[in-house]
């Protein structure tokens, strides 16, 4: 695939060239980890969310780099799946122009190495990246964010070798087929998956795309249920959370995959998987006793079987998450889960 310029009409080129070299000094040290890679399925997706810093930040912390480089070198998806929170917008007080320039420096961080090694990545918006939130009048009141999000996500090097279905209104909303999988990407950025958007899903899944997909994934970044310490209360999960997880198995989706509550946890919701995709910097799951930890997670699929595999690393260690970092049952803000069979990052896992 083409390595598109990291720099684009000189706007923000010493920016983005910042935000590159402070991810490289990581990089040898990732090279020379112990980096954990379990067994390949016949298909192989990361989700790798939540990673932004501080408003207007322009720089990744360390982990992100030793996350990319173990993407592009050692597991080697077929895809990676980013559940928003990309970038750190959201604040009315940034200059407009630093909306771009921290798009450019996650192309530099992130998208570039990705386009480099010929792996293709999906995003869905986070809160920080461009919100859903509407004033009482219909205006979005994070337009700035928007419309840099849209403006970024439209340049046609993010979407080579994928085949997109029904994707005018990305990167907001889309599906995509990439081999047997497929994807639908949701905005949800804020509270509240509209009727439209709902039977805008509904219609994408009914698509032969959708059905003759060997793998169904549904990635937004809300979850349907909150789970960490702090996200656990309205406006932290998304409304009427329970008629979409209805609409979602209707639609014999595999799993719903979300960011936002950064904490990760692989949980199953009165049949529906749905897979908390931690991030950089998690949070504490709430009424369990392990700390809080970061997150990366591989899925690995096999079609003979029909097994499904979560494998989740910490991206300090590099290791999978020790076999006291999740309870086998969480009591949710919106639901209970039960910790999904397909979970087999340590010990224990499936029992």
Same mark, same amino acid.
């Given at each position: 695939?083409?390595?598109s310029?990291? @720099?684009r009409?000189?706007?923000?080129?010493?920016s983005?060239?910042?935000?590159?070299?402070?991810?490289l000094?990581p990089?040898?040290?990732?090279?020379?980890?112990?980096?954990?890679?379990?067994?390949?399925?016949d298909?192989?997706?990361?989700?790798?969310?939540?990673?932004?810093?501080?408003?207007?930040s322009?720089?990744y912390?360390?982990?992100?780099?030793?996350?990319?480089?173990?993407?592009? =070198?050692?597991?080697r998806?077929?895809?990676?799946l980013l559940?928003?929170?990309?970038?750190?917008?959201?604040?009315r007080?940034?200059?407009d122009?630093?909306f771009?320039?921290m798009? =450019?420096?996650f192309?530099?961080?992130?998208?570039?190495?990705?386009?480099?090694?010929?792996i293709?990545?999906l995003a869905?918006?986070?809160?920080?990246?461009?919100?859903?939130?509407?004033?009482?009048?219909?205006?979005?009141?994070?337009?700035?964010?928007?419309?840099?999000a849209?403006?970024?996500?439209?340049?046609?090097?993010?979407?080579e070798?994928?085949r997109?279905?029904?994707a005018?209104?990305?990167p907001?909303t889309y599906?995509?087929?990439?081999?047997?999988?497929?994807?639908?990407?949701?905005?949800?950025?804020?509270?509240?998956?509209?009727?439209?958007?709902?039977?805008?899903?509904?219609?994408?899944? @009914?698509s032969?795309?959708a059905?003759?997909?060997?793998?169904?994934f549904?990635?937004?970044?809300l979850?349907l249920?909150?789970?960490?310490?702090?996200?656990?209360?309205?406006? =932290?999960?998304?409304?009427?959370?329970?008629?979409l997880r209805?609409l979602?198995?209707a639609?014999?989706?595999d799993?719903?995959l979300?960011?936002?509550?950064?904490?990760?946890?692989?949980?199953?919701? =009165?049949g529906?998987?749905?897979?908390?995709a931690g991030?950089?910097?998690?949070?504490?799951?709430?009424?369990?006793?392990?700390?809080?930890?970061?997150?990366v997670?591989?899925?690995?699929?096999?079609?003979?079987?029909?097994?499904v595999?979560?494998?989740?690393?910490?991206?300090?260690?590099?290791?999978?998450?020790?076999a006291?970092?999740?309870?086998?049952?969480?009591?949710?803000?919106?639901?209970?889960?039960?910790?999904? @069979?397909?979970?087999?990052?340590?010990?224990g896992?499936?029992d």
């Open positions: 695939m083409t390595l310029r990291v @720099t009409s000189g706007l923000v080129g010493i983005a060239l910042l935000a590159v070299l402070a991810c000094a990089w040898s040290a990732a090279r020379d980890a112990a980096i954990h890679d379990p067994p390949r399925g298909i192989r997706a990361v989700v790798f969310g939540d990673f932004n810093g501080p408003y207007g322009l720089t912390p360390p982990p992100v780099a030793r996350v990319i480089v173990s993407i592009t =070198e050692i597991w998806p077929d895809l990676v559940p928003g929170d990309l970038v750190a917008g959201q604040s007080s940034l200059p122009e630093r771009a320039a798009w =450019e420096a192309d530099g961080a992130v998208a570039a190495p990705l386009r480099a090694a010929g293709p990545y869905t918006m986070g809160n920080h990246d461009a919100s859903s939130l509407r004033t009482a009048d219909g205006s979005y009141v994070f337009a700035r964010e928007r419309d840099a849209a403006g970024y996500w439209s340049r046609p090097e993010h979407w070798g994928l997109l279905i029904e005018a209104a990305r907001f599906g995509v087929r990439l081999g047997p999988l497929f994807v639908a990407v949701i905005d949800a950025s804020s509270q509240l998956v509209d009727d439209d958007q709902r039977a805008w899903l509904a219609r994408v899944l @009914t032969p795309e059905t003759e997909a060997e793998l169904r549904v990635m937004g970044h979850p249920v909150g789970i960490a310490v702090g996200r656990d209360r309205q406006g =932290e999960v998304l409304l009427d959370a329970a008629s209805d979602l198995l639609g014999s989706v799993a719903y979300s960011g936002h509550q950064a904490a990760y946890f692989p949980g199953r919701w =009165e529906l998987e749905l897979l908390f991030g950089i910097g998690g949070r504490a799951l709430r009424d369990h006793h392990a700390p809080a930890r970061s997150a997670t591989l899925v690995d699929a096999d079609f003979g079987s029909g097994e595999r979560y494998t989740t690393i910490d991206p300090i260690s590099m290791q999978p998450y020790p006291d970092a999740l309870p086998p049952r969480l009591d949710g803000y919106g639901g209970g889960l039960e910790r999904s @069979t397909r979970d087999v990052s340590h010990p896992a499936g």
